[in-house]
């Protein structure tokens, strides 16, 4: 492994760890895991990092992985936004069920901050 290779994997680690924090701040905090997830500092210095150091792993398997925590971040917040909207038009009635659509984008959460981290550990790209 070249020593740029290996400072992009530690940029990987460190970006996943950054996300990490965020996810463990929801569980034990007052926050959700959502809200800690994605206007938590750790998880925006996390997003903004991907964006800085996606040059340098362009190319390469650690490509997918920049790739893969981008797009947690904004999909998870394309379906906040949407659950928003939800409770938005029913005019607040849709409050009584935005939870579980909450919840379950959540559990997506640590499940994709979990998978990633796990495959960058093993050296493997994540799916495209």
Sequence with gaps: MNRST????G???????LHSVSL??????????????LIGW??????VLNYIKQGD???????????????????????VVLCG??????LGIGLLIVWLPLGLVSLWFIYRIARGWLALQANQPMPV
Excluded: M, N
């Design 57 to 79: 792993v362009a190319g390469t398997w650690l490509e997918s992985h920049f790739r893969w925590q981008i797009r947690t971040f904004w999909f998870g917040l394309l379906w």
């Design 42 to 47: 750790p998880s925006i210095i996390a997003v």
């Design 11 to 17: 940029w990987a680690h460190a970006i996943y760890l």
């Design 85 to 90: 909207l939800f409770v938005f038009f029913t």
């Design 24 to 37: 463990i701040t929801g569980v034990l905090g007052a926050a959700s895991v959502v809200g800690a997830f």
């Design 6 to 9: 290996a400072s992009a994997l």
